[in-house]
């Protein structure tokens, strides 16, 4: 099992920036695909973004395209989720999960791929 602790959630006016981070457990990070997922209020989580194990291929949601950017740092056990022009729909709680399958592609966006799982950490940009 992995453990994921996400951080850096916070409330931003629109337009702002906020940086997620992920520090995961555990000996093998740099074999999983990451993921990011996001739930809004009363909607159902969602696909945010996802990088591969050494980060040469990331994938995201056309909603967050050009503003969202995924990294990784193998050494550090970590991944981060930089959020860029954030407008009020981007608030939700983020998540941070492991595909540790290490598969990455066009299948990456889904949750089902991903079993381990941080609490969250939520974001709230106002208008």
């Known amino acids: 099992q992995v453990q994921l602790v996400e951080s850096g959630g916070g409330l931003v006016q629109a337009g702002g920036s906020l940086r997620l981070s992920c520090a995961a457990s555990?000996?093998?990070?740099?074999?999983?695909?990451m993921g990011w997922f996001r739930r809004p209020p009363g909607k159902e989580r969602e696909f945010v973004a996802a990088?591969?194990?050494?980060?040469?291929?990331?994938y995201f949601a056309d909603s967050v395209k050009g503003r969202f950017a995924i990294s990784r740092d193998n050494a550090k056990n970590m991944v981060y989720l930089q959020m860029n022009s954030l407008k009020p729909e981007d608030t939700a709680v983020y998540y941070c999960?492991?595909?540790?399958?290490?598969?990455?592609?066009?299948?990456?966006?889904?949750?089902?791929?991903?079993?381990?799982w941080g609490r969250g950490t939520q974001v709230t940009v106002s208008s």
């Open positions: 990088i591969s194990r050494n980060g040469g291929s990331t």
């Open positions: 999960a492991a595909d540790r399958t290490g598969y990455s592609g066009a299948a990456s966006v889904k949750q089902v791929r991903y079993l381990d």
């Open positions: 555990g000996r093998t990070f740099s074999s999983y695909t």
